[in-house]
């Protein structure tokens, strides 16, 4: 780094710093606007943006609807996180934290909140018992993989990604940190990988979880950081990548509140109007 930093005694919001994300990251939370949420006709609704986050919500209802869970259908309305529609008061009513996903449950007589991705996952999975097991240590195993997943995606996406594309100035310092530490998380999977076919033993919301995430940056996200960090290197991750890529529930999944799929969906039959190339179960690399 050229020039060092000296903290001052109390720390000062500067919104000129911010980079990117300036108009979004404030430090208080709340509502910034009083506007309400648009509602369907399904049991599920859920308010979300195609990221890694959001795209474990949307692979799951997939998922659930492919195993053949019908009571699983839901809408799928677009938050643009650009436009601070994350600070809408119906939106914080659903998520205090002002994130997506978000999810109202209203499949039952009493509509409920879900909220952060991880328990999106274990409610859905639990609610349908499917790809969550119900005894140990099967459950242990599963849960444990999971929440590795939740704790490792801030170093993934708010570390190494933000300071090798979103922040104002590139410094090394951060970069190699990051960059470390995603490559020691890709080490532990491949590890794994390498015992066992998916993480906890058999396909589970844990996979869910780390593919969005592990899957992204081996295709090529934040401007081909798998070059940058030598992701061809762990195989195992790769040959587990590949085979969730394949997956039907995966492939609409990932489509959803998307530029290059689906802005909101509503009906299986949304996906009818898409190109048929989108649904290749050979996932594509930016060099290919």
Do not use: C
Request: hydrophobic residues 40%; without cysteine; aromatic residues 14%.
């Amino acid at each position: 780094m050229s020039d060092a930093y000296t903290p001052p005694k109390v720390w000062d919001y500067d919104p000129a710093n911010g980079g990117q994300f300036a108009g979004v990251n404030r430090p208080t939370a709340g509502a910034r606007e009083e506007r309400e949420l648009p509602v369907g006709e399904h049991p599920f609704q859920l308010y979300s943006l195609g990221t890694p986050n959001g795209m474990k919500v949307t692979i799951m209802f997939e998922e659930l609807l492919e195993a053949g869970f019908s009571e699983a259908e839901y809408d799928a309305w677009l938050i643009k996180i650009f436009e601070s529609q994350q600070f809408w008061s119906g939106f914080v009513d659903l998520n205090p934290n002002s994130k997506i996903p978000a999810l109202l449950d209203r499949s039952g007589p009493q509509p409920f909140r879900v909220f952060e991705s991880g328990a999106i996952l274990v409610h859905l999975a639990e609610k349908f018992d499917y790809l969550l097991p119900k005894a140990n240590p099967a459950r242990a195993e599963t849960m444990s993989w999971l929440m590795w997943q939740m704790g490792s995606a801030p170093f993934i996406g708010g570390g190494f990604g933000h300071f090798y594309v979103y922040a104002p100035e590139r410094y090394k310092y951060p970069i190699d940190r990051y960059a470390m530490e995603t490559k020691r998380l890709f080490s532990v999977a491949d590890m794994q990988l390498g015992k066992t076919e998916y993480l906890a033993g058999d396909y589970s919301i844990a996979d869910i979880a780390a593919y969005t995430w592990l899957g992204n940056l081996y295709h090529g996200a934040y401007n081909r950081a798998d070059v940058f960090l030598g992701l061809d290197e762990y195989e195992n991750v790769g040959r587990w990548v590949r085979a969730i890529d394949a997956r039907p529930g995966v492939i609409r999944g990932r489509l959803v509140n998307t530029q290059s799929g689906l802005s909101e969906r509503h009906s299986a039959r949304d996906f009818d109007t898409l190109d048929k190339e989108l649904f290749d179960p050979v996932r594509k690399r930016p060099d290919f």
